[in-house]
C-alpha cells in the first residue's frame, strides 16, 4: 500500500463486486418474473358439440405480459380439439382484472390456453399444445355434469325442418339468449319469432334449417316490419360453422336500425361487414315484403320486393349485388335470428314479434 494511502474495506468491497459485475455481464439482471398461469372460473357443461348450443366460460390468468391472449378450445366426442369461438375469432381479451370470458360450442373437455403475441392457433388438433415458446400456460378441465346425447327440438315450416336454438351467444359484446318456446308456427304454418322479457333479460329466437342447398336463390316473405323497434335485429342469413376461411359462408338480410331511429331500417351484407363495399343500406316500407338472395358463384343478387310475386319487376323496393368475395358451397344451413340489441341508443321497452310466412329455395 503506497505511503500515505488509507485503506478503506468498504471500498474495496464495492470495486470487488463492480469487478465481478463487469466479468459475469452486468449487475442489472432482470428479477425473476412470476410463473404464469391460467385457471377456470366458469366451466361450460359437457355437451357433444356442433353449432348450437353455446355456453359461457370464464377464468382468470396470473402472470400476463402485454399482448397476451387468451385461446379456448373444446374437445368433441371424437377426440379432436376445436378452436373457439370460432376460428376466425380465436383469441379472447384479457381484462384489466385479468379475467377472460367467452361463449363456446360445448365439448367433453376444455382448454385455456395463455398465449404470447405471435401465436397462431390451429382450427383443429388432435394433441394439444405443451407450455413452452409462445404458450405460456395451459388449463385442461371437463365439462360439467354427465354426457347425455339430447335431441334437438326441431319444427316444420315451408316444408322443412328447423332446428329450434336453444343457447346462449355472446355477441358484440352482449349475450343473446334463445329460448326454444319463443320460436313457432301457427294453424297457417307461418313462423313467430318473438323477444320476450324474462326477470332481468330479454330472450331471443332462432331457428336453423337442418338441410345445405348451395347455388340457387333463396326467398323470404315477410310480414310487416315498420313497426319494428330500433333495439331489435331479424337476420336471415347463411352460416357454415366449419367455414372459417370463407368468412363462414356467411351471407345477410339484416332488419334493423341498430338501435338508431334515424338511420335505415334494412341493409344486405357480405361478410365481412366491416368493408364499407360489403354493406347497402336500404329502407324497408310497411306492408308484406319478400328479401332474397340469388347465390352465383362469380356474385350474389339481393332483392327486397312487394308482395311474394318474385318476378314482379315493378314492385323490387331495393337490389344490389356483390361481385367480390363470394364463397363457394360448404356445408352452410339458413338461419333466421330475432334479437334485442345490446348497444342500441334507445332502450327496448316491450316484447316484440316478427312473422315470416314462407321461405323458399329455387335452385
Known amino acids: 500500500m503506497p505511503v500515505g494511502s488509507v485503506y478503506h474495506p468498504v471500498k474495496s468491497q464495492v470495486f470487488l463486486t463492480l469487478v465481478l459485475c463487469v466479468l459475469l455481464g452486468g449487475c442489472n439482471p432482470k428479477e425473476a418474473e412470476s410463473p ?14 356442433g353449432p348450437v348450443p353455446l355456453s359461457p366460460a370464464a377464468g382468470r390468468v396470473t402472470g400476463a405480459r402485454p399482448g397476451d391472449k387468451v385461446v ?14 370460432q376460428a376466425i375469432q380465436p383469441f379472447i381479451t ?21 398465449v404470447e403475441p405471435g ?13 413452452g415458446g409462445k404458450v405460456r400456460a395451459v388449463a385442461v378441465v371437463k365439462g360439467v355434469g354427465s354426457f347425455i346425447p339430447e335431441a334437438f327440438k326441431t319444427l316444420q315450416f315451408s316444408g322443412y325442418e328447423w332446428m329450434i336454438v336453444n343457447a346462449i351467444n355472446e355477441h358484440n359484446g352482449t349475450p343473446d339468449i334463445y329460448d326454444l318456446a319463443n320460436a313457432s308456427t301457427d294453424s297457417n304454418g307461418h313462423l313467430h319469432l318473438r323477444i320476450v322479457r324474462k326477470a332481468d333479460h330479454w330472450t331471443c329466437a332462432g331457428v336453423i334449417l337442418t338441410h345445405s342447398f348451395g347455388y340457387g336463390t333463396y326467398l323470404f316473405t315477410v310480414e310487416d316490419v315498420s313497426h319494428l323497434a330500433p333495439a331489435v335485429t331479424l337476420s336471415l342469413f347463411t352460416w357454415d360453422d366449419l367455414g372459417a376461411e370463407q368468412n363462414h359462408r356467411e351471407m345477410d338480410i339484416e332488419i334493423s336500425r341498430w338501435g338508431d331511429p334515424a338511420v335505415k331500417n ?21 306492408g308484406l315484403l319478400t328479401y332474397s338472395f340469388h347465390w352465383e358463384a362469380a356474385n350474389v343478387s339481393f332483392r327486397a320486393f312487394r308482395g311474394a310475386d ?6 323490387v323496393v331495393a337490389s344490389h349485388a356483390f361481385t367480390s368475395g363470394i364463397p363457394s358451397p360448404g356445408s352452410e344451413a339458413v338461419s333466421m335470428n330475432f334479437c334485442a340489441f ?11 314479434e316478427v312473422v315470416i310466412d314462407k321461405f323458399q329455395y329455387l335452385p
Open 94 to 114: 384479457i381484462q384489466p382484472d385479468s379475467s377472460w370470458r367467452v361463449s363456446t360450442h360445448l365439448g367433453t373437455e376444455y382448454a385455456a390456453l395463455l
Open 310 to 315: 318474385r318476378f314482379s319487376q315493378a314492385n
Open 342 to 352: 345490446g348497444f342500441s341508443k334507445v332502450s327496448l321497452q316491450n316484447d316484440a
Open 266 to 286: 334494412a341493409q344486405f351484407v357480405m361478410q365481412p361487414y366491416y368493408v364499407p363495399e360489403n354493406v347497402a343500406r336500404f329502407a324497408a316500407p310497411s
Open 72 to 85: 379456448l378450445f373444446a374437445r368433441a366426442v371424437n377426440g379432436v380439439w376445436w378452436v373457439q369461438p
Open 119 to 131: 401465436y397462431r392457433p390451429p382450427a383443429t388438433t388432435n394433441a394439444l399444445p405443451d407450455p
Open 36 to 49: 404464469s398461469s391460467i385457471a377456470f372460473d366458469k366451466v361450460p357443461p359437457i355437451g357433444e358439440g
